[in-house]
């Protein structure tokens, strides 16, 4: 009985933080103003659903997050929609077998990453406003790095051709942008995360993470 009702609450939390990735996703309220760029925030559900309820939610959110990347890139595409979504593929079954990877693998590993690295920093010394902090800014830099680590090594001629760059050029815009967008949205997951985390670590028990 206890184990039902264990699961039915783990189900029940994952299920919130998943709706919450859809709402970010699907609004305004997903891209926090920053002074040169927008944060993006919606992996931010994924590190503390993982944080709250264990890798394996941690990577079921990051599912919801990639599918949703999926949707949203292939009804309102742009220039690199063919990166996110099989269904805007320019080479076929290769390209659209690559674009699932970036779009939904990379999400999975953000709350993977964060649900391990928590477990983890939880049987240190490490406070748990550190720990928060220290799984916010990995799982933010997670979901930028392997995103555009996986377009450089993947799509490099498409997104030369979509950015209207030399093949060379690419590297420099790639990193360009995990130092533009990628280091402002890690350092808004970690406030966000510890600030958050902190709060519902209060109310969450132990029981209810996920082995």
Not at 34 to 50: M, Q, R, S
Not at 105 to 128: D, Q
Not at 151 to 168: D, S
Request: proline share 4%; charged share 10%; with cysteine.
């Amino acid at each position: 009985m206890k184990n039902r009702r264990k699961d039915a609450k783990w189900m029940a939390g994952v299920a919130m933080m998943a709706a919450i990735v859809v709402l970010l996703a699907n609004t305004p309220l997903g891209m926090i103003p920053l002074v040169v760029t927008k944060a993006t925030t919606v992996h931010i559900p994924v590190i503390l659903g993982a944080i709250l309820f264990g890798p394996l939610a941690g990577g079921i959110l990051g599912g919801v997050f990639g599918i949703c990347s999926v949707i949203i890139n292939t009804f309102t595409p742009a220039l690199t929609s063919f990166a996110f979504s099989p269904f805007m593929s320019t080479t076929g079954l290769p390209g659209a077998i690559k674009a699932l990877w970036v779009a939904v693998g990379c999400r999975i590993l953000i709350g993977v990453v964060a649900g391990w690295l928590w477990k983890a920093l939880s049987h240190t010394r490490v406070n748990s406003w550190t720990a928060l902090s220290i799984v916010g800014f990995t799982g933010s830099m997670v979901n930028t790095v392997t995103v555009m680590g996986s377009i450089f090594l993947l799509f490099t001629q498409q997104y030369a051709q979509a950015k209207e760059v030399a093949l060379e050029a690419v590297s420099g815009l790639i990193l360009t942008t995990v130092v533009v967008n990628g280091i402002p949205e890690a350092i808004v997951a970690t406030v966000l995360v510890a600030v958050i985390g902190k709060n519902l670590l209060r109310f969450a028990k132990p029981r209810l993470q996920a082995a």
